[in-house]
């Protein structure tokens, strides 16, 4: 009978049960203090995504250079930090997460250091690419720390944590960028990070826990590591680039058909290296692949969607950036507080039901905000919409993120977690390219039914409301109809903002098909819903009994 109950006692440890009563132990205190680390060293990058978007006129006044350069500020950093994730996560599997985590918080910080201290445009954008690659080094580790020292509902709660943190800093980045700027200068949006970055490490030099022993480096896919930052790295920067060098361009075409080039030469290598950076055969995994494709169609919905419903309240509405920040409250208040609440969800339910709700509110969401698109209609008409949006964000991000890392042995989360990662920003990119051809489509019928205008000056003016810009866009009419052009393009902006929602929509209940057909409880080694590990406590006990009493 004892060694059935050492047999039952064992299985009980694998399914994490042990676990939650160790919470207050050294090993729980260790894990409270690993999740404290990832969430200062990931809200760091996060930040600096949006941050510097404020900026851009102060550094263009102070360094000069030209739009293009000015530009490479935003896209050098978002390119890099996309096109190194998958590479990333995978290292940090033979090499170590700790030192991987490290290192990327060392380059961050040091070039973070470098963004301060520029003299140039030129040097600014090297040190924001170099910035990019720690941040993806950062982002890349988080969620396998996390997994390394917690298990089953604790883990899927400290993810959901670790996630709603860092929303809250995507929210709170435009506002603390504008006061940096106001109340001092440019260079401290990034000086900032140092003194953060040099407390992060020493945190994690003291309290992250030690690396195993590292395996043999000669194994590890070099190749195929490169072959991916490129392919990456490219498609970012034609997604990136793609409306300002025109969608059927020589220089867009050619950049994604070398992108596809590079995609199949990665496949054939990873089908033949004996240890690759993406493991094919984790997409024979229902539940896997759910993951990823989660992952890339609920940023091609929300981030994807994002510019544009802005755009309606700016540029429509004529509501001022710090009104539009205050609005968008509406969203990421209840998203930030239905992320906690999914966390907690997933004891008792499955992750495809919690999931697949949290995108069928986001279409209801979707639904509203694009019906209440309309000058003629009150702006408050769609905050229903907007809380419906931050609701179903919220119930759906916490489980999707945590989907990856627990249909895999802990040894495998940093592969996991990076093929996530990489395709939430792929998604967010290709989200926002079809949107914006959607969106410029639909202002353009509507212009060219109601304005009378030249062919050329038609073409100046769509292009001047897609970025945003009215003024520019009237002052290509004649100023005797400056007034009904005006209107004429509000009105158009609304349309394309409501097409690109209804679409957003679409997108969002597809996902929920996607999570209902996909995912499955059985795939998942840890951090599947309490009734179920009853059922297998239960199993295990009955096989106790009977190794116990063989007769």
């Not at 929303?167 to 900032?192: E, K, M, N, S």
């Not at 199949?264 to 024979?284: C, D, H, I, N």
Request: include cysteine.
């Amino acid at each position: 009978m004892a060694g059935g109950l050492r047999i039952a006692r064992c299985r009980a440890i694998t399914t994490g049960e042990a676990f939650v009563s160790a919470t207050d132990t050294a090993e729980g205190r260790q894990a409270r203090t690993v999740l404290v680390i990832t969430v200062i060293a990931s809200a760091l990058l996060v930040i600096d995504i949006t941050i510097v978007s404020v900026a851009l006129p102060s550094i263009q006044e102070d360094l000069g250079g030209s739009l293009a350069a000015l530009q490479w500020i935003i896209i050098g950093y978002t390119v890099t930090f996309g096109a190194f994730q998958q590479a990333a996560g995978s290292l940090s599997d033979r090499l170590g997460r700790r030192l991987m985590f490290m290192s990327g918080i060392t380059l961050f910080t040091v070039s973070s250091l470098a963004c301060g201290m520029a003299q140039g445009a030129l040097m600014l954008d090297v040190s924001r690419c170099v910035q990019g690659v720690g941040a993806a080094l950062i982002l890349a580790n988080a969620m396998p720390l996390i997994a390394q020292v917690y298990e089953g509902q604790q883990r899927n709660m400290a993810i959901a944590v670790w996630g709603t943190t860092l929303g809250a800093c995507g929210a709170v980045a435009p506002v603390i960028g504008g006061l940096l700027v106001d109340l001092t200068q440019w260079r401290y949006l990034f000086l900032i990070n140092v003194p953060i970055g040099l407390v992060a490490l020493a945190l994690c030099r003291t309290r992250l826990p030690a690396d195993p022993p590292r395996s043999s480096l000669a194994g590890i896919d070099w190749t195929g590591a490169a072959l991916l930052v490129l392919t990456l790295g490219l498609v970012n920067f034609a997604l990136t680039r793609g409306e300002d060098q025109g969608w059927g361009s020589v220089a867009t075409l050619a950049q994604l058909g070398v992108t596809a080039v590079l995609f199949a030469g990665f496949l054939m290598l990873e089908r033949r290296v004996a240890s690759p950076t993406l493991e094919l055969s984790l997409f024979k995994i229902p539940t896997f692949v759910a993951a990823t494709l989660i992952a890339f169609f609920s940023r091609f919905a929300t981030v994807g969607s994002s510019v544009y419903y802005i755009l309606y309240f700016q540029s429509s509405r004529g509501i001022s950036p710090l009104g539009t920040g205050l609005l968008m409250m509406a969203i990421f208040a209840p998203q930030l507080g239905m992320g906690l609440v999914a966390g907690k969800l997933q004891a008792k339910y499955s992750p495809s039901h919690i999931i697949a709700a949290g995108f069928g509110v986001l279409a209801l969401g979707g639904l509203a905000m694009a019906w209440s698109f309309d000058p003629d209609t009150a702006v408050w008409a769609a905050v229903p919409g907007l809380l419906l949006w931050g609701v179903g964000g919220g119930l759906a991000g916490s489980p999707s993120m945590s989907l990856a890392v627990n249909v895999v042995p802990k040894e495998r989360a940093g592969m996991a977690s990076g093929a996530v990662n990489s395709l939430f920003m792929f998604g967010a990119g290709m989200g926002a390219a079809v949107y914006g051809v959607l969106f410029k489509t639909r202002v353009s019928d509507e212009a060219a039914g109601d304005l009378r205008l030249v062919d050329g000056d038609h073409d100046a003016v769509v292009d001047a409301v897609v970025q945003g810009d009215i003024e520019r866009a009237v002052s290509h009419a004649p100023a005797e109809a400056a007034g009904q052009v005006r209107g004429t393009l509000e009105s158009a902006i609304a349309a394309g903002a409501s097409s690109v929602m209804l679409w957003a929509a679409v997108i969002a209940v597809f996902t929920a098909a996607i999570s209902l057909s996909l995912v499955r409880k059985k795939d998942l080694l840890t951090g599947a819903p309490e009734k179920a590990k009853e059922k297998e406590k239960a199993s295990s006990e009955a096989d106790a009994g009977a190794e116990a009493d063989p007769a």
